[in-house]
Antibody, heavy 119, light 112 residues
Framework: QVQLVQSGAEVKKPGASVKVSCKAS????????VHWVRQAPGQGFEWMGL????????NYAQKFQGRVTLNRDTSTSTVYMELSSLRSEDTALYYC????????????WGQGTLVTVSS | DIVMTQTPLSSPVTLGQPASISCRSS???????????LSWLHQRPGQPPRLLIY???NRFSGVPDRFSGSGAGTDFTLKISTVEAEDVGVYYC?????????FGQGTKLEIK
């Protein structure tokens, strides 16, 4: 059974950085791209970016360019999303979702990590 | 960016009756690989989204056959043949044809 386990909730002050992890259980997503999508409270979804299977390349949404960094540790099947210069508008649930190359859909999602930015 | 527009934004339905949600994209979703990467997701309160339909009309693993998708180009529809209580929540269309992936605003399905 495919499971994606994300790290726990975080509370950060404005200007700080946060790093969220996503680990696959039940399968290895070494061949998959991994996307990050966020959802502000009561709002819809916003795609942030993706990282390739080997972890050598990432594609970021223009809105987050310069503030988000995706990394992956292939030895532990873990992917990381780091968001810097946090502001209150970054308060959201952050989800990871793998995609097999060429599939064009996100079949499995992590449980979400709530990041709260508050002074 | 491709803009995804859903209608209606809210849909009160009676149990056992059909429901339909529309999604329109600001440009064609036909990918260079020939596929149309339009999918539908369902989210219940407090849960992550769940994939229902991919590539317009393909049901994902475990999705009941009361869910069906149709459409082409820029206009797409999700239909539920007979609504059950567990179908409440918010439905989103999503395009994965072009970066950045984008989502519709969501349609809230509630029982009358």
């Amino acid at each position: 059974q495919v499971q994606l386990v994300q790290s726990g909730a975080e509370v950060k002050k404005p200007g700080a950085s946060v790093k969220v992890s996503c680990k696959a259980s039940g399968y290895t997503f070494t061949s998959d791209y991994v996307h990050w999508v966020r959802q502000a409270p009561g709002q819809g979804f916003e795609w942030m970016g993706l990282i390739n299977p080997s972890g050598t390349s990432a594609n970021y949404a223009q809105k987050f360019q310069g503030r988000v960094t995706l990394n992956r540790d292939t030895s532990t099947s873990t992917v990381y999303m780091e968001l810097s210069s946090l502001r209150s508008e970054d308060t959201a649930l952050y989800y990871c979702a793998p995609e097999s190359p060429g599939r064009g859909y996100l079949g499995y999602w992590g449980q979400g990590t709530l990041v709260t930015v508050s002074s | 960016d491709i803009v995804m527009t859903q209608t209606p934004l809210s849909s009160p339905v009676t149990l056992g009756q059909p429901a339909s949600i529309s999604c329109r994209s600001s440009q064609s979703l036909v990918h260079s690989d020939g596929n149309t990467h339009l999918s539908w997701l369902h989210q219940r309160p407090g849960q992550p989204p769940r994939l229902l339909i991919y590539k317009i009309s393909n049901r994902f693993s475990g999705v009941p056959d009361r869910f069906s998708g149709s459409g082409a180009g820029t206009d797409f529809t999700l239909k539920i043949s007979t609504v059950e209580a567990e179908d409440v929540g918010v439905y989103y269309c999503m395009q994965a044809t072009q970066f950045p992936y984008t989502f519709g605003q969501g349609t809230k399905l509630e029982i009358k």
